[in-house]
């Protein structure tokens, strides 16, 4: 991957700009860039919360989070306000220098949610959440999800592809319950 910055394309503008207030799922077919826009999303939030800002980066498999953990790295570099940020890849934990960090996890199934156990979290980010048969690991998580910073409102970020083995959680849980903002 070449060091350029991205340039959102007109969809992941729309996405942008939903109101923190609201949580977002980003469904669709393979290679439309949602995992990109995840990686879009955490790096404007870590410029606009700066220390109040506490999340994580999960997905089902470590080789898809790796391969996240390189673009966000890669950005990193385009962005003058985060350059010198550091990874401690030892602890999967990325702090940045405007006193944020981002906590880069797998999770396979409930117990792998003491990663984040007596963390407070303000933004967890889920890519290919679709492949998580069951929503009781992201509502473990959910559980963490608190702010005490003024001005940071906690929210979720979950992206799927439809038609995987998660699908039914995510049609029951969430677009059922929808509300336009």
């Given amino acids: 991957m070449d060091n350029k910055r991205w340039d959102p394309l007109p969809w992941q503008q729309v996405a942008l700009g939903v109101p923190d207030q609201f949580d977002l799922l980003l469904s669709g077919g393979r290679g439309g860039g949602k995992s990109t826009l995840i990686t879009q999303l955490i790096l404007r939030d870590a410029l606009r919360f700066g220390s109040g800002y506490v999340g994580a980066l999960v997905r089902r498999d470590l080789s898809g989070l790796r391969k996240l953990e390189s673009e966000l790295l890669s950005q990193i570099d385009n962005i003058p306000?985060?350059?010198?940020?550091?990874?401690?890849?030892?602890?999967k934990e990325l702090r940045f220098t405007t006193g944020g960090r981002l906590y880069l996890h797998y999770i396979k199934d409930e117990s792998a949610f003491s990663r984040f156990q007596g963390i407070d979290l303000s933004h967890v980010y889920i890519?290919?959440?679709?492949q998580i048969p069951d929503p009781a690991p992201i509502l473990r998580i959910r559980s963490s999800m608190r702010s005490t910073v003024q001005g940071v409102v906690p929210r979720m970020v979950l992206s799927c592809n439809p038609n995987n083995v998660g699908s039914w959680w995510h049609y029951e849980n969430i677009i059922r319950q929808a509300v336009t903002w």
């Fill in 81 to 91: 306000e985060l350059l010198g940020s550091k990874y401690i890849s030892s602890q």
């Fill in 127 to 130: 890519d290919e959440s679709g």
